[in-house]
């Protein structure tokens, strides 16, 4: 059953509600979220806005008495990191804790997340803006390391060459179903708000790990992933988060966030 905020919290900005959420859905001692609480999270993650995490999607006509690159909320008053100074894939951390993280992926038109998966974890996802191209897998069974200690196996296409526009609906993906492994491709300059549960943790054996994949002409919707390298001249950029706020719960500890090398 969906969780219901009490009334006063209506109140609240658009990015406080999506934290107070995910703190009541994700840093429960008990079990995994049930699929009514993912539900809720989603509804609520396709309420928000660009601007309402300090992104200017570019739709809107510059100020000409503007004298800087961030442009103004109409809303707020409030300085927005402005879409077209992305000329790279940039991160606009939000929040991150041992059960949870919130962030911003913002890209160039063209630009490539390559092919990577969640390990053990949810992830819900809502296009802010622009236009995304999606290539997703599932395993068909959870490989072991190969001989050489690289992960390699069969897989599914869950979406093949996607093309998500928005405005649409947040969407979601689990440890082994909904599209696990993915790639995504600008085709227009875009943003995506990913909320992820447990967050990548070297030390808690949920590494990001990049894959390469063969399709199987003999098997159509199938391909063969095999672990690779990230490319040496692949690097994202780290933005200051600009929008309302946080406030988050003091037993959450952010200080172990490393932001994105500039």
């Not at 609480?37 to 006509?61: N, S, T």
């Not at 790639?183 to 990001?208: K, M, N």
């Not at 992933?225 to 990230?230: A, F, G, R």
Request: proline share 10%; charged share 25%; aromatic share 10%.
């Amino acid at each position: 059953m969906a969780v219901a905020f009490p009334p006063y919290t209506m109140a609240l900005s658009k990015v406080q509600r999506l934290y107070d959420a995910c703190d009541v859905v994700f840093s429960s001692p008990a079990a995994a979220p049930t699929l009514g609480e993912i539900r809720w999270l989603q509804k609520i993650l396709d309420g928000v806005e660009a601007e309402d995490v300090g992104i200017d999607d570019g739709e809107k006509p510059t100020s000409p008495s503007s004298s800087s690159d961030d442009e103004l909320s109409p809303k707020s008053g409030r300085a927005l990191l402005p879409a077209r100074a992305f000329t790279r894939i940039t991160y606009v951390h939000l929040h991150q804790c041992d059960d949870f993280s919130i962030g911003v992926f913002c890209f160039p038109a063209g630009a490539t997340l390559p092919l990577h998966d969640h390990p053990e974890m949810v992830v819900l996802s809502k296009l802010l803006y622009g236009s995304v191209r999606v290539r997703s897998y599932d395993w068909v069974a959870e490989p072991p390391p190969s001989a050489a200690g690289r992960k390699c196996g069969l897989a599914r296409a869950v979406a093949a060459d996607e093309v998500r526009r928005a405005p649409c609906e947040a969407s979601v993906l689990f440890p082994r179903s909904g599209g696990n492994l993915h790639a995504f491709t600008a085709v227009t300059p875009c943003a995506i708000l990913d909320v992820l549960t447990p967050p990548y943790s070297e030390e808690q054996g949920r590494p990001s790990t990049y894959f390469t994949d063969v399709p199987i002409p003999s098997l159509p919707g199938f391909a063969f992933l095999e672990e690779t390298d990230l490319p040496e001249d692949f690097s994202v950029a780290g933005a200051p988060y600009l929008g309302p706020e946080l406030t988050v719960d003091m037993d959450d500890d952010d200080d172990d966030y490393e932001d994105y090398d500039e």
